[in-house]
């Protein structure tokens, strides 16, 4: 059973459908879905939406597959194991809204620090997308706000067009270990570490981009345009630099990512520049 092209297939449901006049409800019902088991509850609401409760096991391959619940299922190419989640899904007005929590026990992620973790540690995940109540009056372009955070140091929110048939990123913001900036066009980010490898971040990057997206329409834009970075100490071509500042910009050429970098450091007597590409 899919409920709607943009939600995940519900396999060997059982349980109680009751249909009325209001609408349907789903009452202790099992089903397979993202790969595990999981009880499902909901229905119609009295303002008419569809909204439904379950919980269950994910697992990471079968999230990959999930490619109409869009980033999460992307953000799951770096992911193995298993995990409990508690997913609450709603259809409004045609459009969709939800809140995906989990400890991700059970999970690994295969990221360098400070996003990667093994299956038995803990790292709360919460990816909450909420229509914005004034962008869906008569003739405007309906929008939501995207929310992410992982563990206690990642936080991102993504300001949205959900007109189309793929979400456009609009402004988005990222902080890692750090406060989260304004959302602007084009999406920045600050982070702050007291160690990183920056080369290990340089490879999985290569590999993270054509997932998550580059600035055009077809990726959704939520890849940042401008990083502010700093760090205690960091790894960067082979060498280990101290008390670093980094801020790193990013154009588009055709299908590649330029990215300039302006850096500082103890090692470094004035300003340096230099410019790569990802991909």
């Not at 709607?4 to 060997?12: E, F, G």
């Not at 059982?14 to 006049?21: D, I, K, M, P, S």
């Not at 890849?223 to 500042?245: D, E, F, K």
Request: charged share 20%; aromatic share 4%; no cysteine.
């Amino acid at each position: 059973v899919r409920i709607r092209p943009d939600a995940p297939l519900l396999a060997a449901v059982r349980g109680r459908v009751e249909f009325t006049q209001r609408g349907v409800q789903l009452v202790g019902t099992q089903a397979r879905v993202l790969g595990g088991e999981a009880t499902i509850d909901g229905g119609t609401q009295a303002d008419g939406s569809l909204r439904f409760t379950a919980q269950g096991q994910a697992q990471a391959d079968a999230l990959r597959r999930t490619v109409e619940l869009g980033l999460p299922a992307r953000l799951a190419t770096w992911m193995q194991g298993q995990a409990p989640y508690r997913l609450q899904l709603g259809f409004v007005k045609g459009h969709v809204e939800y809140a995906l929590t989990s400890p991700l026990t059970g999970m690994a992620i295969n990221l360098p620090a400070p996003l990667g973790k093994s299956a038995e540690q803990a790292m709360p995940l919460r990816v909450q997308a909420s229509l914005q109540a004034d962008s869906l009056a008569a003739g405007t372009g309906a929008r939501d706000q995207l929310r992410v955070e992982i563990g206690p140091g990642v936080q991102a929110l993504f300001v949205r067009d959900v007109d189309g048939e793929v979400p456009k990123v609009l402004r988005g913001a990222i902080g890692i270990q750090a406060a989260l900036p304004a959302a602007v066009p084009g999406v920045q980010a600050q982070a702050e570490f007291a160690a990183i490898d920056l080369d290990a971040w340089r490879a999985a990057w290569a590999r993270l981009a054509p997932e998550i997206g580059s600035g055009g329409e077809a990726g959704g834009g939520y890849m940042p345009q401008l990083i502010n970075a700093r760090a205690q100490q960091l790894v960067l071509g082979g060498r280990r630099l101290t008390a670093l500042s980094l801020e790193l910009t990013r154009s588009a050429r055709g299908d590649e990512d330029l990215w300039r970098a302006r850096i500082t450091a103890d090692q470094l007597r004035r300003h340096a520049q230099a410019g790569a590409r990802l991909r």
